[in-house]
Structure formats: C-alpha cells, structure tokens
C-alpha cells in the first residue's frame, strides 16, 4: 500500500507525518511519501524545528526533500492524507475523476472520524506547535494502523 501525506510547504507537517508513519510501519508492506500542495518551499529539507521534534522521538527526517502535488500522485498512491481542510479542497481541485477524490482523506479523521479536524499549521508558531503536530499524527497513524491490521486479519 502506498501512502501520501500532503500539506502546503511540504517542510513541517506532512514531512513529519511520512517519517512518523514509516518508523511505525515497517514490518508492513507500506510505502509512505509527501507532498506539498505549494510549491514555495521546493528542493528544501524540513524545517529544523521538524527535524528537531523528530530526532528526540528517534526519528530522521533530515534528508526529506520537498516537492508540489501533482495529479500523477493519485497514480501512485493508493491513500492521500491531507493535513488541513484547505489542503484537502486544493488536492481535491486537481482530481480528475471519482476514483481519484475516493483516496483522498484528512488525517485527523482516523483518530476522530467525521471530524474533519486539522493538523493545525505550525510554521509560524513555536516549538510546542511541532510537539503538539508530533503528539496529533503519532495518534492518528496509531489508529490507521490499527484498522489497517483489522481490515488485514
Ligand atoms: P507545512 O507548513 O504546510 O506544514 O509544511 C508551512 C510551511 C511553509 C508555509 C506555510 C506552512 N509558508 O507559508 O511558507
């Protein structure tokens, strides 16, 4: 199965999400990638807060490199988690059919499903806000797994 987290810049959110899903998914036959619905911030490694909340948890992400959504994704990927409402519609805008609007997903609906709950954007904010983004998609990908294993069985 292969995954994509999306959110705008591509260098906090989603790059979290795709090393958190990874380091929780290897003994499964899953592939995890990101995206950002933007291209402002392409060809650039996470931010270093991103990378710094990561590394205490265990987890690299120094090496990630950004890069824009592209209709092609929904090719390649069988599930599209976005992170916010706003990356949703700009992910869903691009779909060109049924098939491709059915793999996209907001995250935070996993742990709290029919929410439509955010993964609220921390760029601007300080290091409590990548913790807090730390502590939301560790439980949500705990939950995806976990039905993910069910469904499986
Ligand atoms: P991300 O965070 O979408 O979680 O990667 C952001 C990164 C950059 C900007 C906004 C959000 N920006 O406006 O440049």
Known sequence: MKILM????????????EGILRAKSTHLE???DSAGTSSYHYG???DVR??????????NISNLIARQFTTADFD?????????KSN???VIALARSNQDKQKVRMLVNELHPGSNGEVPDPYFGGDQGFEDVYNLID??????LMRLQNEVQ
Do not use: Q, W
């Open 6 to 17: 999306v959110c705008l810049g591509n260098i906090c959110r989603s790059p979290m999400a």
């Open 30 to 32: 899953i592939e995890v």
């Open 44 to 46: 650039e490694n996470p």
């Open 50 to 59: 991103a990378v710094h909340t990561l590394r205490k948890k265990g987890i």
């Open 76 to 84: 390649a990927f069988d599930i599209i988690f976005t992170m916010d």
């Open 88 to 90: 949703y519609d700009n």
């Open 139 to 144: 439980e949500a990908t705990d939950k995806f």
